[in-house]
């Protein structure tokens, strides 16, 4: 069930901000970020926890949403959070789209799919089960690895998302010493999957 806001199309902003993908499979391409305040997955290395109290940020209309992806030359917008799926994301990518951008989400799939998309990353997290409405809609599966059970769980959605979804696995950053070695040997062995790495952070941009 989605999360309704005070002004029915009105959401929570925690940030917004033109910047560089720094991961999954449009790492290196300009995009405009809107990271929508609100999360009840819990990840434990979340590193935007301040995100998960709506409450905590501002909420502001579509107009102004979209108002503020025109300042920018990019035409590649990507919806995050938080967890943006908490809200009815129809009303935001029609206006998005309307005004020609591309709408690309990011999402633990932890709520049903809503919203007109050109590109679905799903993240999902054990913290949470993922709805099943998400699987045949995902363009990427982006799986983030902590430990070495995360290589079994990567392989559980790959086995429900489409023959065409793009399979993604990521180190965590604060454990990336230990764990990429470990995803490079599994990509090696389980071609079908690629690297995504947090190239953003290399790189010093947001």
Same mark, same amino acid.
């Given at each position: 069930m989605t999360v309704k806001t005070a002004k029915n199309t009105d959401l929570p902003i925690m940030e917004s901000f033109y910047t560089i993908q720094g991961? +999954? &499979?449009? $790492? =290196? *391409?300009?995009?405009? &970020? @809107?990271?929508?305040? +609100?999360?009840?997955? +819990?990840?434990?290395?979340?590193?935007? *926890?301040?995100? #998960?109290?709506?409450?905590?940020? !501002? &909420? /502001? $209309?579509?107009? %102004? @949403?979209?108002? =503020?992806? %025109?300042e920018h030359m990019g035409k590649m917008v990507v919806i995050t959070g938080g967890e943006p799926l908490m809200y009815d994301m129809g009303p935001l990518t029609s206006a998005l789209k309307s005004r020609g951008f591309q709408t690309n989400i990011e999402t633990s799939g932890a709520y049903p799919m809503t919203g007109e998309w050109d590109w679905v990353c799903f993240s999902p997290k054990k913290f949470k089960e993922a709805h099943k409405s998400i699987f045949p809609l995902a363009d990427e599966l982006k799986v983030i690895i902590f430990n070495k059970s995360d290589f079994k769980f990567a392989e559980k959605y790959a086995a429900l998302v489409s023959k065409n979804c793009q399979l993604m696995? /990521?180190?965590?950053?604060?454990? /990336? %010493?230990?764990?990429? !070695?470990?995803?490079?040997?599994?990509? *090696? %062995?389980?071609? /079908? #999957?690629?690297?995504?790495?947090? $190239?953003?952070? #290399?790189? =010093?941009?947001?």
């Open positions: 991961e +999954g &499979f449009h $790492t =290196g *391409k300009a995009a405009y &970020f @809107i990271r929508l305040g +609100g999360c009840d997955v +819990g990840c434990v290395w979340c590193d935007v *926890k301040e995100s #998960w109290n709506a409450e905590d940020h !501002p &909420f /502001q $209309t579509l107009e %102004e @949403i979209v108002a =503020g992806a %025109e696995l /990521q180190p965590e950053w604060d454990k /990336q %010493e230990q764990m990429l !070695p470990l995803i490079i040997d599994y990509v *090696k %062995e389980n071609p /079908q #999957w690629k690297i995504s790495l947090q $190239t953003h952070k #290399w790189m =010093g941009v947001p």
